[in-house]
T-cell receptor, first 114, second 116 residues
Framework: AQSVTQLGSHVSVSEGALVLLRCNYSSSVPPYLFWYVQYPNQGLQLLLKYTTGATLVKGINGFEAEFKKSETSFHLTKPSAHMSDAAEYFCAVTFNQAGTALIFGKGTTLSVSS | AAGVIQSPRHLIKEKRETATLKCYPI?????VYWYQQGPGQDPQFLISFYEKMQSDKGSIPDRFSAQQFSDYHSELNMSSLELGDSALYFC???????????????FGPGTRLTVL
């Protein structure tokens, strides 16, 4: 079975500050890991993904995440927050088999203040 | 680039009515997934289809059924609607290339269902 835990349901940062959103996973098989962003009343947009290969992955809008197998973590970071980054962020896990469900974490709401 | 298309985008129904949601995957994507997201909740997996066969099944109520057609589009049929079915329903699709699926799911904009 697979699961995801996002630590912190709400994170608040100042504009220009470091963004760190935490995600820990549990998986009995090699995981595929994703971060999605959701703006109010909108769909899910893929920020970045880890499937195989390089453990530091870069995504859109300046976000990046590092897959750490020893820590079962896939934390999302951004060096400098923008007001437009305020949204809901979901970490998700699956594995390499067609049709297999994405298991989402409960989400983290990011607030950015000026 | 083409994206996943869902229709309708908004749907209002009365209790005990039926609803049909449609999903058109990205061209050449052969796998379709359905998710339900309640207010303030994370998306919950309902069901998926790979090459028109059911692939995985999650917490889909018996009142719901789905299928994937020969053109790979999918429909989610919901009967005896309840107030608790009010949610955002997402469809996602993923490709299989040379027999390999990286299971990267591309999400549609969702259908917002309101049951009154």
């Amino acid at each position: 079975a697979q699961s995801v835990t996002q630590l912190g349901s709400h994170v608040s940062v100042s504009e220009g500050a470091l963004v760190l959103l935490r995600c820990n996973y549990s998986s009995s098989v090699p995981p595929y890991l994703f971060w999605y962003v959701q703006y109010p009343n909108q769909g899910l947009q893929l920020l970045l993904k880890y499937t195989t290969g390089a453990t530091l992955v870069k995504g859109i809008n300046g976000f990046e995440a590092e897959f750490k197998k020893s820590e079962t973590s896939f934390h999302l970071t951004k060096p400098s927050a923008h007001m437009s980054d305020a949204a809901e962020y979901f970490c998700a896990v699956t594995f390499n088999q067609a049709g297999t469900a994405l298991i989402f974490g409960k989400g983290t709401t990011l607030s950015v203040s000026s | 680039a083409a994206g996943v298309i869902q229709s309708p985008r908004h749907l209002i129904k009365e209790k005990r009515e039926t609803a049909t949601l449609k999903c058109y995957p990205i061209p050449r994507h052969d796998t379709v997934y359905w998710y339900q997201q309640g207010p303030g909740q994370d998306p919950q997996f309902l069901i998926s289809f790979y090459e028109k066969m059911q692939s995985d099944k999650g917490s889909i109520p018996d009142r719901f059924s789905a299928q994937q057609f020969s053109d790979y589009h999918s429909e989610l049929n919901m009967s005896s609607l309840e107030l608790g079915d009010s949610a955002l329903y997402f469809c996602a699709s993923s490709p299989t290339t040379s027999g390999v699926s990286y299971n990267e799911q591309f999400f549609g904009p969702g259908t917002r269902l309101t049951v009154l």
